[in-house]
């Protein structure tokens, strides 16, 4: 786990609010035809959608928080779908309780 990088994803609102979304995804998105918001997660266009920015930009911040490890990407066709990493984020608070 590099904190380095986990603080720096963490470094922007957005990166967090997605995060935060991303922890109970069926109460902060739609329902999505053939998929299961919390087995596969959320198609990066609805995480767009939600952040009210471009796809690049959403796009952008979903690539720094999986480099960092906080969530998984999964590809089905031509979509990207992400949850979060709860054994990861879970690693992270252990790591900050034991070395803060």
């Not at 035809?33 to 471009?54: A, F, P, R, W, Y």
Request: proline content about 2%.
């Amino acid at each position: 786990m590099d904190k380095l990088t986990i603080f720096k994803a963490l470094a922007n609102e957005a990166r967090l609010n997605i995060l935060d979304w991303l922890k109970e995804p069926t109460t902060h998105f739609k329902p999505q035809e053939g998929v299961d918001l919390l087995d596969v997660g959320v198609c990066v266009s609805q995480i767009t959608e939600k952040l009210n920015m471009t796809q690049s930009t959403a796009s952008h911040y979903l690539s720094l928080l999986h480099k960092a490890g906080l969530i998984h990407a999964t590809r089905i066709g031509k979509w990207t779908y992400y949850k979060r990493d709860e054994k990861a984020i879970q690693e992270l608070g252990d790591s900050i309780k034991a070395g803060l």
